[in-house]
């Protein structure tokens, strides 16, 4: 509970700048709330003064009053309804940007434990169900209770007995309303759930239709979606029999008040205790309060579930760093790209230990060449590098400075990355170059496109650099799409460049030719190739063996052949596939 209320003051403080207008808003509901309830009173003096005794003027003075109060309701309801839905929206842009801004923040085993879905659906599911809270559920809420606060005041100085059977009334609708929301909330949860299963099995077909036609396996697919399918109906028809069940529980509840007030109002009427306009004046706010009674029910078991979104989200934000850079990180003005690895130790998340105590230094301008076995830890070397990861003991340094004592943004500019499966954004292929640097002029970016190879080939496209790439636009083959990868890394002019495995997707001819132009590329640049294909040994001055989390071997490619290790017998064993 105190936790709750901690999760809404800070909901509420999202809200600032938009105080006024919010609780504008909420004045303005709680306006709405009075000319509803007092519509019944009017309606009452209107019968007993107007009708009963025959004085017509007074009936339409009343009657007028009515519309009044209705237009008055309409106005307070469309005034409060805009101004608590804006500043709702508001202050769920902010809290949505504060997300985003902390999730940028995060650190990459943030991203190796969440999944990436649960994000997404934090940003859009939860800070959805935020704004309904904030704009209708809170709105619906104040409007429910002091309709029937006003209700309750009227009906106790109208009659007491029956102001009791309207309360008991009230009391039966809410629970019966809190306990369906309680019993149907777990079913709808299932059915986005499952939904999203749908959605994802649909999406998955159709991304991977070519390897689903090549194995002929459609019929498999289609019979998994049509179990999937009949879950979601089964999940809906339940929801159904539950809605219709509850549905109706209430109207019955409220008919059967309705007999009871018109039983006992109807004996009061000729016991003389009670005027017919009084009667009207009940039934008419039983009416009146049929809707905000059902709504009060959903809206008392939201409250909690729209603060676990709100504890969620802020969960994503307390957890991020609040700087992603250390107070005396510095910037290296002129790098010279020399990278030392001192005893670094590193294990990740999931308890397994990778690099076991690497101590390495490669010269400026050196390009190295680092193999060895699948899962010893090549490319968690290089990561860290790039600071993806920090190790848990010991140091990575740049030009002397520990990585994580350096500011990214300088960071990123002495060092690219060119990951093994480059991510190409469905945006042109300006875009997706320039992507570390907005503002590049089109002669850098052509200058990039033309050092990574590619610039004839986007030259030779109609729209050329503003042909997008990806969906609807056109296909990019591995190849091509290293190309781009490289153009997006050289465009930075960089001292240091990783190459995570550049070359597993790609066939030996367009291998051979990327081999040939790097080391036109790399010229001035240090250079870390992760390969555990031994081609790129040819623009290596050293090659580095690791097993097992551990450099193994490491010397001169021509030394390690003499030498007859580990590398010699990967060579040979790929000269022999090779000879094949
Ligand atoms: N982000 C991560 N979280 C947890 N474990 C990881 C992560 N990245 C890699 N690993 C594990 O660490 C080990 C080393 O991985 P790494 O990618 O560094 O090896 P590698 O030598 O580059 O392998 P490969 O040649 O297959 O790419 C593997 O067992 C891998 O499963």
């Not at 008040?257 to 007030?261: C, D, I, R």
């Not at 990951?419 to 190409?424: K, N, R, S, T, V």
């Not at 030779?460 to 650099?465: A, K, R, V």
């Given at each position: 509970m105190k936790g709750s209320l901690k999760q809404l003051l800070r909901l509420m403080e999202y809200l600032r700048g938009h105080l006024l207008q919010f609780s504008a808003g909420i004045a303005m509901v709680i306006l709405m709330s009075y000319t509803n309830g007092v519509i019944p009173v009017l309606i009452r003096e209107a019968v007993d003064r107007g009708i009963t005794t025959g004085d017509y003027g007074l009936a339409i003075r009343y009657g007028l009053f009515v519309l009044l109060a209705a237009v008055l309701n309409g106005a307070f309801s469309f005034t409060g309804r805009y101004l608590l839905v804006k500043s709702a929206q508001h202050a769920v842009y902010n809290l949505r940007m504060d997300v985003f801004r902390a999730i940028g923040r995060h650190n990459m085993e943030f991203f190796d434990r969440t999944f990436s879905g649960q994000l997404i659906s934090r940003i859009t599911n939860d800070t959805e169900r935020i704004t309904r809270f904030l704009s209708f559920r809170l709105r619906m809420f104040v409007y429910s209770i002091f309709l029937i606060l006003v209700s309750l005041y009227y009906m106790v100085r109208m009659n007491v007995f029956l102001a009791l059977v309207a309360l008991v009334t009230i009391a039966v609708v809410v629970s019966i309303n809190t306990t369906y929301a309680m019993k149907i909330r777990p079913i709808y949860d299932r059915i986005r759930h499952q939904t999203g299963v749908i959605a994802s099995l649909a999406t998955g077909t159709i991304a991977g239709v070519k390897t689903?036609?090549?194995l002929s396996v459609e019929e498999n697919v289609q019979e998994k979606f049509s179990r999937e399918n009949e879950g979601l109906y089964s999940m809906n028809v339940e929801a159904t029999k539950i809605t219709a069940l509850y549905g109706n529980a209430s109207f019955l509840i409220l008919g059967l008040?309705?007999?009871?007030?018109l039983y006992y109002g109807g004996k009061g009427i000729i016991g003389g205790t009670l005027t017919v306009g009084e009667l009207v004046a009940f039934l008419t706010y039983m009416l009146t309060m049929m809707w905000p009674l059902r709504a009060l029910g959903f809206t008392i078991g939201d409250i909690q579930r729209s603060l676990a979104a709100a504890s969620r989200l802020f969960e994503v934000i307390d957890s991020a760093p609040e700087a992603?850079?250390?107070p005396d990180a510095v910037e290296i003005e002129d790098p010279r790209g020399e990278v030392e690895f001192k005893d670094v130790h590193l294990t990740y998340h999931t308890g397994r230990t990778v690099l076991k105590g690497v101590n390495l230094k490669i010269s400026p301008g050196e390009k190295v060449l680092v193999t060895g076995p699948p899962g010893s830890g090549k490319s968690t070397l290089v990561k860290l590098i790039a600071r993806f990861y920090e190790p848990?003991?010991?140091k990575v340094l740049i030009d002397g400075v520990d990585v994580r004592k350096i500011k990214t943004k300088s960071l990123r500019r002495i060092v690219a990355y060119v990951?093994?499966?480059?991510?190409?954004f469905n945006r042109s292929l300006k875009e997706n170059i320039a992507l570390a640097k907005p503002d590049a002029t089109m002669d850098e970016i052509t200058k990039a496109a033309r050092m990574a190879r590619i610039h004839d080939?986007?030259?030779?496209?109609?729209?050329?650099?503003?042909t997008v790439v990806g969906e609807k636009g056109i296909t990019l083959s591995g190849g091509q799409r290293q190309r781009v990868a490289l153009a997006r890394a050289l465009l930075l002019n960089p001292k240091v460049i990783l190459l995570d495995d550049p070359f597993s997707n790609l066939d030996a001819e367009t291998e051979k030719e990327i081999l040939n132009d790097l080391e036109t590329i790399l010229q001035d640049k240090t250079a870390i190739i992760v390969s555990q294909r031994l081609s790129p040994v040819k623009i290596a001055d050293r090659v580095i063996v690791m097993e097992n989390g551990s450099i193994v071997e490491e010397g001169k490619p021509e030394e390690l052949v003499r030498k007859g290790g580990a590398f010699a017998k990967m060579l040979e064993s790929a000269g022999d596939v090779h000879d094949e």
């Open positions: 689903i036609k090549s008040a309705m007999s009871a007030m992603v850079d250390a848990d003991r010991g990951p093994q499966e480059p991510f190409i080939f986007i030259s030779s496209l109609p729209s050329g650099y503003d």
